[in-house]
Structures are given as structure tokens and as C-alpha cells.
């Protein structure tokens, strides 16, 4: 009985030591794509990825980060004094994972047996765990079901890699290293953030946005958000990778994403017209999104409550099947319902004064409610709308293309003149009769009229507005998933 107690035990230290890391004290290491050429952390790292190599160091939360997860021509050293990592070199031929279990089997032959056993008690214990999270599930299913979102043309890429546990993007090693195989080929847009460039990366397109300086709090806050939030979604911009790299002795910070090659939806309907199934389909792509984002998720690959707080037609994305994509979550707010917490960032840079709600301008909003971001949100999404329709043809009439309140305010509005229109005037954008002699646009010119009431509660939500709009959908001969957009 003593033997197989003593047997139990050692099993039981060998199954938690497969989640044990090094705690030791802080080291120096050897870094890149710092300031300096050193920094600090708890382990030192030294990384090989498909010929590109990193240093660096990782704090105690990211030391499972030492693991290559057997991601093919990626090699991974992890050490523990002072600049172990500055002269580490690179074996011959990186080990893939089959040359390194042959490795193992000849050095570790007399342990085999016992690590064979061991493995087999893990896995039944992760069995056993995850059979009673599935039993919970049934009885209690998540708040909303996540559809894969994924585009057609990155999804080689992103077998090839493994995710990084969020489902959003590239492994944290793999990202670190993405500004040095990306080729910007063409500047396709230009903004008081900075650029966004079309570039190549592994035979595809992507877009990488370049955050200038001023806006660097945005790019935190975005890279944070992308990696630590279930995201995934067919309506929110798809996030690859985010990385700094160095450029005429100045620092740039990139955002790596899918490219969409019909720009945004500001740009797209500049030189588009609609006919009104389409504005349907582009209408509900939206709303979709936006509940996606407004909705905390509450699964083990769940996601908090988002707020985007700077919704506008420059910020969301026109794809080639006709649906829409929302993007920029520089300014985005987190709320998570279960942990009681509010997360607002720490970003200076406030929203677009143009698409500002009233309770926004006239400083009424209560900034410790989470609600009331989503509300704004909603007073947003019904100004988009209106640009939306603007350019629908209905029997024949289309109006040009305008900007929300350009009928009252210059280009370029104060907070004090917007506040005036929105505020003190109430003025809400005009509707033209044409909209009212077609089912589609009558229903839509209903729900913007219910996202600009003066009373944030009184306004419809997004799960109400895009479940509006599907029944619209549905009540149609046709199927949005197979309009194309002729341009």
C-alpha cells in the first residue's frame, strides 16, 4: 500500500509540474526592438522564426510563452541569468517535434515506461474536467453562439500557425517578428492616426496600419483588446498581428489586419450606388457587429462587454460580398458584468465630434455606467445608416453623398457648434420622401429615428436594431450571402 501511495504521488508531481515555471529572481537580458540593447524581466528568451531572430525577456505571466507549441521552423531557448540570451546561437537544423521526441527516446529509454504512464493519468484528469465543463454547458449554454468569421484567403495562413489562445491572432513570438516579413506595396489611406498600407505577407494581402506617434496610446489599447478578447467575428475587422519595428531612427507601431480592398465604407460611397437590397445587406452587416461587440460572452472562450465609442462610416470596412465590418478599437471601452469591471483605457484622444451624441456634447453622459457608452454607439450607428441610404436608388432618385449635419456645420464642427445643432436645436438629419415609398428604407428610416432620441434609455439597442433588420431579411426573395457588389 505504501509503494502505490508513494507511486500516486510521484504521478500526481509530475502532472503539476507539466503547468510549473521558473520563479526565480529578475535577470538582465538582451533585447531588440527596444530603446535600449537590454531589459528586465524573470526569464530571458531567444527566438528563430522562419530565419528572423528575437531576443528579449518575459515577466512571470508570460513565461508559457517559452513553449514552441510545435509551430514548424519556429525555435524557442529560454534561460535564466544575467544575458544568457545575447550569445545564444541557433542549432544546424531547428528540431521539429518528431526529431525531438526521437531525441528523448534515446536519452530517457529507462523513463519512457513511467512518462507513458504519467501522460496517460494527465489526460484522463483533462478528460474528466472537460466532460463536467460540457455537462455545465448543457445546462447552461452560452449567451450567444460564436460564428467563425474567418476570411476565406487567410485561413492557410492561420493553419500553419497556432492561435494564440485568444482565437484572434498570430502567436505572441510570431507576431514580434511580422514587421520583417511584410512588404508594404501601396499607401491606401491616410488620417490624424497615421496610414494604412497594403501589404504582403506569405503570398496575401494585408493591411497594416501605421499609428503615428501622438496616437500611440490608440495602439496600445488596440493590441491589448485584440489579444486578450474572443473577437472573431465576420463583422469586426479580422486582427493578425501587431507589431514595433524601427524606421529612419524613429519607432513605428503597426497594426496588422485583413485587407479590404474596396476601403472603407466613407471612401466606398463616395463613387457607389445601392439599390436598396444591398443597403440592407450593408445595414445589417452592421448591426450584427456591433452586437457582437456590445454582448459579454460568458463561455471559457468567452468576451467581455464592448463599446466602440467612435463608430463612424471611416472606421467600418466594405467587403467584397456586399456585408460591412467594423474596425478601429482605439477608444473602445470594456465592461465585463460578471467581474463587476469597467475598463474606459487611458486614451487622451476622444471621438469624432460630427457623430457625437447629445449627451456626449452637452457632458450629461454618466462615464461610470456601461450602458451609457452603448447608447452612444447606437445614436452613431443610426447617422450611418443615414449615409447609407442617401446613396440608394429608389425608383430612380439618389441623393450625393454627404457627411451627418453638413446642411449646418462646417467641415470640420467645434464641439460648441455640434452641441448647438444637437443639443440646443435638436436638429436631426433630414429624410427624403423617397425613402418612405419602399419597404426596405421605410423600416430602416424607423429605426434611425429611434437611435436619435434626445433620451439615451429611449433609444432602440443593437440586438433590437439588427434583429429588425433580419426580419426584413428574411421577408425578402433574396439571400444577402449572395449579393456581390459591382464596382
Not at 521558473?22 to 538582451?30: L, M
Not at 450629461?364 to 447608447?375: A, C, L
Request: hydrophobic content about 40%; proline content about 4%.
Amino acid at each position: 500500500m505504501e509503494a502505490a501511495a508513494g507511486f500516486l504521488l510521484l504521478l500526481t508531481l509530475m502532472c503539476s509540474s507539466l503547468n510549473t515555471v521558473h520563479s526565480g529572481h529578475r535577470v538582465n537580458c538582451a533585447c531588440e526592438n527596444t530603446y535600449t540593447d537590454s531589459c528586465v524581466g524573470f526569464v530571458c528568451f531567444f527566438t528563430w522564426n522562419h530565419g528572423q531572430v528575437t531576443k528579449g525577456s518575459f515577466e512571470k505571466d508570460q513565461m508559457e510563452q517559452c513553449i514552441a507549441n510545435g509551430i514548424p521552423n519556429v525555435f524557442v531557448k529560454c534561460c535564466y541569468t544575467d544575458y544568457c540570451n545575447a550569445n545564444l546561437t541557433l542549432p544546424e537544423k531547428p528540431v521539429e517535434p518528431s526529431e525531438s521526441g526521437s531525441v528523448i527516446v534515446l536519452v530517457v529509454v529507462p523513463l519512457l515506461v513511467l512518462l507513458l504512464l504519467s501522460i496517460t493519468v494527465c489526460i484522463f484528469v483533462l478528460w474528466l474536467r472537460s466532460k463536467r465543463q460540457h455537462d455545465l454547458q448543457e445546462h447552461h449554454p452560452p449567451m450567444l453562439k460564436l460564428p467563425s468569421g474567418a476570411d476565406p484567403t487567410y485561413g492557410d495562413i492561420f493553419d500553419e500557425f497556432c492561435t494564440s489562445g485568444s482565437g484572434t491572432g498570430l502567436p505572441y513570438l510570431v507576431q514580434r517578428t511580422m514587421a520583417r516579413q511584410i512588404s508594404l506595396v501601396e499607401c491606401v489611406g491616410k488620417g490624424r492616426y497615421g496610414e494604412v498600407w497594403r501589404g504582403t505577407w506569405m503570398g496575401e494581402n494585408v493591411a497594416v496600419k501605421i499609428f503615428s506617434s501622438r496616437d500611440e496610446q490608440s495602439w496600445f489599447r488596440e493590441t491589448e483588446i485584440y489579444n486578450t478578447v474572443q473577437l472573431r467575428h465576420e463583422n469586426i475587422l479580422g486582427f493578425i498581428a501587431s507589431d514595433m519595428t524601427s524606421k529612419n531612427s524613429s519607432t513605428q507601431l503597426w497594426l496588422v489586419t485583413h485587407f479590404h480592398e474596396l476601403g472603407s465604407l466613407y471612401d466606398f460611397l463616395q463613387y457607389s450606388l445601392l439599390d436598396p437590397e444591398t443597403c440592407l445587406c450593408m445595414c445589417l452587416s452592421i448591426a450584427s457587429g456591433l452586437v457582437h461587440l456590445h454582448t459579454e460572452i460568458l463561455t471559457t472562450q468567452g468576451k467581455p462587454a464592448i463599446a466602440h465609442r467612435d463608430l463612424k462610416s471611416r472606421n467600418i470596412l466594405v467587403k467584397r460580398n456586399g456585408q460591412c465590418c467594423i474596425a478601429d478599437l482605439g477608444l473602445a471601452v470594456i465592461h465585463s458584468q460578471s467581474n463587476d469591471y469597467l475598463d474606459v483605457g487611458n486614451n487622451p484622444r476622444v471621438g469624432t465630434k460630427r457623430y457625437m451624441a447629445p449627451e456626449v456634447l452637452d457632458e450629461s453622459i454618466r462615464v461610470d455606467i456601461f450602458e451609457s457608452y452603448k447608447q452612444t454607439d447606437i445614436w452613431a450607428l443610426g447617422l450611418v445608416l443615414w449615409e447609407i441610404t442617401r446613396r440608394t436608388n429608389v425608383n430612380g432618385i439618389v441623393e450625393e453623398y454627404r457627411l451627418p449635419f453638413f446642411d449646418v456645420v462646417p467641415s470640420d464642427p467645434s464641439f460648441e457648434e455640434m452641441k448647438k445643432v444637437v443639443c440646443v436645436d435638436q436638429y436631426r438629419p433630414c429624410l427624403h420622401n423617397r425613402l418612405h415609398s419602399h419597404p426596405i428604407l421605410s423600416a430602416i428610416a424607423k429605426i434611425m429615428k429611434e437611435c436619435w432620441f434626445q433620451s439615451p434609455s429611449a433609444r432602440l439597442t443593437a440586438l433590437r436594431v439588427r434583429k429588425t433588420l433580419a426580419k426584413l431579411d428574411q421577408d425578402q426573395d433574396y439571400s444577402t450571402d449572395k449579393l456581390k457588389l459591382d464596382v
